[in-house]
């Protein structure tokens, strides 16, 4: 059963830093992009940022970039999200999403197969 866990949430003021991890389980994800997306209450999930498979290409929001940091380290089938200068519109719940197979990474939710719980991220003000 795969699974993805994600880790790190919490509540942090105007300007702080958070670092999301997410593991995986089940099965490996060396060779599938992965991506986090993230939905404040009454909103749509959004794209966040995703990573390639090798960890060589990243891509981001606008809304995060410059600001937000994806990796992975695939020894740990694991994937990270370093948020820094967090606003307060950052706020909501945060998800791991990775792809079955492998190919070039979506910003559309509906280009990712297993999504994690999520975790809550509080910035206030």
């Known amino acids: 059963q795969v699974q993805l866990v994600e880790s790190g949430g919490g509540l942090v003021r105007a300007g702080g830093s958070l670092r999301l991890s997410c593991a995986a389980s089940?099965?490996?994800?060396?060779?599938?992009?992965m991506a986090w997306f993230r939905q404040a209450p009454g909103k749509e999930r959004e794209f966040v940022a995703a990573?390639?498979?090798?960890?060589?290409?990243?891509y981001y929001s606008d809304s995060v970039k410059g600001r937000f940091t994806i990796s992975r380290d695939n020894a740990k089938n694991t994937v990270y999200l370093q948020m820094n200068s967090l606003k307060p519109e950052d706020t909501g719940v945060y998800y791991c999403?990775?792809?079955?197979?492998?190919?070039?990474?979506?910003?559309?939710?509906?280009?990712?197969?297993?999504w994690g719980q999520g975790t809550q991220v509080t910035v206030s003000s």
């Open positions: 089940g099965r490996t994800f060396s060779n599938e992009a």
């Open positions: 999403a990775a792809q079955r197979s492998r190919s070039w990474p979506s910003r559309q939710s509906s280009g990712y197969d297993y």
């Open positions: 990573i390639i498979w090798s960890g060589t290409i990243t």
